[in-house]
Nanobody, 123 residues
């Protein structure tokens, strides 16, 4: 079973940067995908970015394209979400999710979820 642990959250001011990490263990299949999602207070969880070792990746939600970059190392064991030009609307709990298949920007595509790491952007 794949297990995920996120880290790197914190509090920053508008315009600041943060890099989140997602460490995955337990992959069996050669194919993998990691997705980043976030949930703001009082709102539904939404997609942020997705990366995999298959064609068509990475993908970004429109709200973060050009400001966030997702990358991965060690065949998906460690995935980074580099966030720049942060805005108050980026505040929320950020989750990474994994699947041993093609991913994307939809929650239903992913089988495994981390516990989340909180990001707070103050104005």
């Amino acid at each position: 079973q794949v297990q995920l642990v996120e880290s790197g959250g914190g509090q920053v001011q508008t315009g600041g940067s943060l890099t989140l990490l997602c460490r995955a263990t337990g992959f069996i299949s050669y194919n993998w995908a990691i997705g980043w999602f976030r949930q703001a207070p009082g709102k539904e969880r939404e997609a942020v970015a997705s990366i995999s070792n298959m064609p068509g990746q990475p993908e970004y939600a429109a709200a973060v394209r050009g400001r966030f970059t997702v990358s991965s190392a060690d065949l998906g064991v460690t995935t980074y979400l580099n966030m720049t030009d942060l805005r108050p609307e980026d505040t929320g709990v950020y989750y990474c999710a994994a699947v041993e298949a093609p991913g994307g920007l939809y929650e239903y595509l992913f089988d495994y979820w981390g516990q989340g790491t909180r990001v707070t952007v103050s104005s």
